[in-house]
């Protein structure tokens, strides 16, 4: 069956720590993104890509980065953790406008 | 650019009462797509109805809601609210661009 699959499920790192979160997805889609979830705030995109190697700028941009290595893989790379960004983190793919999400489980990070 | 509203951060409702949910828009795009999605504690958002009909009903599980353009609003609603209802709803609006914008979410809580 088609998913996108996350990992961590969760992550304790301390200020200033190094993080990468994983998303992997089989649903052949082009496209892939990473929201924050906030209460009061929604989702918020992060970064998102239309495929290998492309990367673009989202809504929340600062403080993280992603790499885009297969059309299966995208990931989310916090290289200096701020408490600021615990949070809960989904990964989602899609075919690209008009389409729906398929998400990810979510990765629970807090940041000490 | 583009946004979505959703005013209402949690809505308290007895079993069995009407639920109606709002969410506005705006884009300069003429042909949005509009989506609700529902996201239950611990499990990952998922595609509740989708719409880009203007003045065309849509259902789904109970649920619908009905695209107007004229008022940029894409409201959700069910005739009776269940217990199983309880879950954060968020508004997504998909316009220019292969990326959705939630709104900042609602909070349906149905109590007995």
């Known amino acids: 069956e088609a998913a996108v699959t996350q990992s961590p499920r969760n992550k304790v790192t301390v200020t200033g720590g190094n993080v990468t979160l994983s998303c992997r997805q089989t649903?052949?889609?082009?496209?892939m993104y990473w929201y924050r979830q906030d209460t009061g705030h929604g989702l918020r995109l992060i970064h998102y890509s239309y495929g290998a190697g492309n990367l673009q700028i989202g809504d929340v941009p600062d403080g993280y980065k992603a790499t885009r290595t297969t059309q299966e893989d995208f990931f989310l790379l916090l290289e200096l953790a701020s408490p600021s960004q615990t949070s809960l983190y989904f990964c989602a793919s899609s075919d690209g406008h008009g389409s729906d999400y398929t998400f990810g489980s979510g990765t629970r990070l807090l940041v000490i | 650019g583009d946004s979505v509203t959703q005013t209402e951060g949690l809505v308290t409702l007895t079993e069995g009462l009407p639920v109606m949910l709002n969410c506005t828009y705006q884009t300069i795009y003429s042909n949005p797509f509009l989506f609700w999605y529902v996201h239950y504690l611990n499990e990952s958002p998922r595609l509740l109805l989708k719409?880009?009909?203007?003045?065309k009903r849509t259902e789904h599980q109970g649920f619908h809601a009905t695209l107007h353009k004229s008022s940029s609003s894409f409201h959700l609603q069910k005739s009776s609210a269940q217990l199983s209802d309880s879950a954060l709803y968020y508004c997504?609006?998909?316009?220019?661009?292969?990326?959705?914008?939630f709104g900042q979410g609602t909070s349906l809580s149905v109590v007995p």
């Open positions: 649903n052949s889609h082009n496209y």
């Open positions: 997504a609006l998909s316009a220019s661009f292969s990326k959705l914008v």
């Open positions: 719409s880009s009909t203007d003045n």
